[in-house]
């Protein structure tokens, strides 16, 4: 298995533009997640799913959108990129609609907003 | 939103060394878990324990939880350089009459371990 995979792992935009951050995984996972990591802040939760068709927002959820079409694919989107979007982000997926199982990370992007 | 707390910031300790970690939070809650990072990586889980657990092992790992101080501590003992890493402590906040859970991370304890 490729776990959960995320692209791109670098990407700067301009501000005002916008992009679709991929995230993909292939163990059957129903649930999933976008955190956002800054310095000194720890990772902060912006949208999840428990499922295809199902999604939720988290802390900081404003800014991004998120759809789940599929099991599989979790895409975070950057409506127009401000520079206090630059940050690392991280996809998560984890077996049962409940995170009570451990979560499965993936790479991160790093993204920076000029 | 709720949010563990870790303790200390930093620390750096010698290798054969013990580390403790620790992490408070503020409301109840359904599990904790803790995660480690390597510089420029994703999460890597170590350990769950549930509310109703009060120690866990899990090779060099030794984590507790007090429910009623709201806190719980992460071990290693026996540190080795490739611990090197930060930390970080997780807690699963459940919608009252939801099946909906949110997990919560804490900013982490940066662990250097000199060989």
């Known amino acids: 298995n490729a776990g959960v995979t995320q692209t791109p792992k670098f990407q700067v935009l301009k501000t005002g533009q916008s992009m679709t951050l991929q995230c993909a995984q292939d163990?059957?996972?129903?649930?999933m997640s976008w955190y956002r990591q800054d310095p000194g802040m720890g990772l902060r939760l912006i949208h999840y799913s428990v499922g295809a068709g199902i999604t939720d927002q988290g802390e900081v959820p404003n800014g991004y959108n998120v759809s789940r079409s599929t099991t599989e694919d979790f895409p975070l989107r950057l409506l127009s990129a401000a520079p206090s979007q630059t940050s690392v982000y991280f996809c998560a997926s984890s077996y049962s609609n409940l995170p009570s199982y451990e979560q499965y990370f993936g790479p991160g992007t790093r993204l920076t907003v000029t | 939103s709720q949010q563990g707390e870790e303790d200390p910031q930093a620390l750096s300790i010698q290798e054969g060394e013990n580390a403790t970690m620790n992490c408070s939070y503020k409301?109840?809650?359904?599990?904790l878990q803790w995660y480690r990072q390597n510089s420029g990586r994703g999460l890597v889980h170590l350990i769950l324990?549930?509310?109703?657990?009060r120690e866990k092992h899990s090779g060099r790992l030794r984590v507790t939880l007090d429910t009623s101080k709201k806190s719980s501590s992460l071990l290693i003992t026996a540190s080795r350089a490739a611990d090197t890493a930060s930390y970080f402590c997780?807690?699963?906040?459940?919608?009252?009459?939801?099946?909906?859970?949110?997990?919560?991370f804490g900013r982490g304890t940066q662990l250097t371990v000199w060989p």
């Open positions: 324990i549930r509310s109703n657990e």
């Open positions: 997780a807690t699963l906040e459940v919608d009252r009459g939801s099946t909906l859970g949110r997990l919560y």
């Open positions: 409301t109840s809650i359904n599990n």
């Open positions: 163990m059957n996972h129903e649930y």
